[in-house]
């Protein structure tokens, strides 16, 4: 895509969907051609619509293939090396040629704004604008503002009719809103309603949309008046200069549309400061525009005017030859500024949710520890209750034992005192070593039942132990968590904190600047720069032509 037709494509859009039957997104080719021919009759080129016929098999074309068409058929033509001047010449007819399609979409019920300053609005927006691609349908396109880049140019209105923006916090959802805003939404929140009091406001609006239109569109980098030398007479007479990228161009008055001079500026232009060499000129602080074969000799009132001019001067030099002006370079930095901040936030964002589900496993883990816990000290109980009873068999054992001790005590006696009855004696001894067999065997049994016992009881309480370790190691694993997470908190809240502080510290700055732009030109050299690169590290900066 050439840099014309990047830089017209929103207008293009715009006439695009005026041109529309529907909400499909497709436009005719019938209708399509008349846009082509009017488009490539501003760039001399004749027929290039008769193509459309056999571009593509079908009847109508979306947005993104009657773009495509125009950049293979018609904006190829235009040889990469031509000078910004023409570039923003052609840009300024085609827009128009687009807002004579798309205008009847934007008419005001009253008379708020003239239809010039409706058309000044259309071009701001539509450089200030980006192109986007409806997520729902492929085919179907819009051009929306960003809330920032509103803000911008309501702020700048509100200071050119002497209004405090202070006053107007109903605009501070612009500072942290990411819906884009499309024409019509952007011209009613620049419907300044609540200070139509002031007088002839109508005029003054319109008129401050005209400063901010020279300054964004026209790319007007400083203007103002000087002192030149004359050629022919050596004498210095003062005039009104208008600085852009290509060109330095003065009048006799700042209301004069006849232009008295211009001087085309490239990058073998250099800017010197001089000193003045008698008494007559003594208040004229002089600098020297310096070319290949000519120097223009220029004067200021004091010598921080004359800095402002030789830094203005200096930043047309370096962007007349480029294929951007210096307004639509900076809208381009911002751009990049936002898409590298709103990265930055989706990949904080990331980080968030993959320590939000960390969090979440963990707790799950925790729960399954809780519940092996559970499971744990139920078991425990069974064997406890295991136990007991074990021990209960025990006593009743020991009983058992005790009451043979005795029975065998009462059989030696019995046994002594039947002496005499030999063969009963002899009965009673058979059947008493048979129940100490069987007391024997008894006795073995508990034994090994006492044995296995034990080593139930060992193994359950080397059991218990483990459980109770692990326990400990999960507690001790869930307080690190806890104290990481908290830790995550207070780091993610310091750096919303930090962004919000330097996001106030930033709108603050403008506000400064913006309310200092009338006195900028008392302002000693060295704060003048650090300002400057100040604001440059914060954020880019309009620079804005004092009236």
Not at 13 to 19: G, P, R, T, V
Not at 26 to 40: C, D, E, P, Q, R
Not at 334 to 349: C, P, S
Request: net charge neutral; hydrophobic share 35%.
């Amino acid at each position: 895509m050439t840099t014309l037709l990047k830089n017209v494509t929103n207008s293009i859009w715009h006439a695009f969907s005026a041109l529309q039957q529907d909400d499909s997104g497709f436009v005719g080719k019938s209708k399509l051609k008349v846009l082509t021919a009017n488009i490539a009759t501003l760039l001399d080129l004749y027929g290039v619509e008769r193509g459309l016929d056999h571009y593509r098999s079908t009847p109508t074309l979306n947005f993104d293939h009657y773009i495509y068409y125009l950049g293979q058929e018609v904006f190829s033509s235009i040889p990469n090396e031509t000078p910004l001047s023409v570039l923003r010449n052609y840009e300024k007819k085609i827009d128009e040629v687009c807002w004579l399609v798309c205008h009847k979409d934007f008419q005001m019920d009253d008379a708020y704004y003239t239809e010039e300053a409706v058309h000044q609005l259309f071009r701001i927006f539509c450089l200030m604008a980006d192109l986007y691609n409806d997520e729902m349908d492929d085919n179907r396109f819009t051009v929306r503002i960003h809330p920032s880049e509103a803000l911008i140019v309501v702020k700048q209105l509100l200071n050119s009719l002497g209004l405090n923006y202070n006053n107007g916090e109903k605009y501070d959802y612009l500072k942290t809103s990411d819906n884009g805003l499309k024409f019509n939404e952007f011209l009613e929140i620049l419907r300044f309603k609540d200070y139509d009091k002031v007088n002839d406001y109508v005029a003054s609006i319109c008129e401050a949309i005209g400063d901010i239109f020279q300054t964004l569109i026209m790319d007007v980098i400083k203007k103002g008046y000087l002192y030149r030398r004359g050629y022919v007479l050596p004498t210095f007479r003062e005039y009104f200069f208008v600085i852009q990228p290509c060109e330095l161009s003065y009048y006799k008055h700042h209301t004069d549309k006849e232009v008295c001079g211009t001087i085309a500026l490239d990058s073998k232009f250099t800017v010197k400061p001089s000193v003045s060499s008698s008494s007559k000129t003594e208040r004229i602080q002089k600098f020297t525009l310096v070319s290949r074969d000519r120097a223009y000799e220029l004067g200021a009132q004091d010598h921080k005017t004359r800095l402002q001019w030789i830094s203005a001067l200096q930043l047309a030099i370096t962007y007349s030859t480029g294929r951007e002006g210096f307004q639509r370079d900076t809208v381009n930095r911002r751009k990049q500024q936002r898409d590298l901040e709103q990265k930055k936030r989706q990949e904080e964002e990331k980080l968030r949710r993959i320590h939000l589900k960390q969090l979440e496993e963990t707790n799950v883990q925790l729960e399954q520890e809780k519940l092996a816990r559970l499971a744990a000290e139920s078991q425990a109980r069974q064997y406890e209750a295991v136990a007991r009873e074990d021990s209960r068999r025990v006593a009743e054992l020991e009983d058992v034992k005790l009451s043979l001790e005795r029975m065998l005590e009462d059989e030696i006696q019995a046994k002594r005192d039947e002496e005499i009855v030999r063969a009963l004696q002899a009965r009673v001894l058979a059947e008493e070593w048979d129940k100490r067999e069987e007391l024997e065997q008894l006795q073995a049994e508990q034994k090994a039942l006492l044995e296995l016992e034990r080593q139930k009881r060992m193994e359950f309480e080397l059991r218990q132990q483990e459980n109770e370790k692990r326990f400990k190691d999960a507690e001790q694993k869930l307080r690190q968590l806890e104290e990481e997470r908290k830790k995550l908190d207070r780091e993610l809240k310091q750096a919303r904190q930090k962004i919000q502080l330097s996001e106030d510290n930033k709108g603050i700055v403008e506000a400064k600047l913006q309310a200092m732009a009338p006195t900028f030109r008392k302002a000693p050299d060295f704060m003048i720069r650090r300002t400057q690169s100040f604001v440059a590290a914060d954020r880019p900066v309009i620079v804005s032509a004092p009236r």
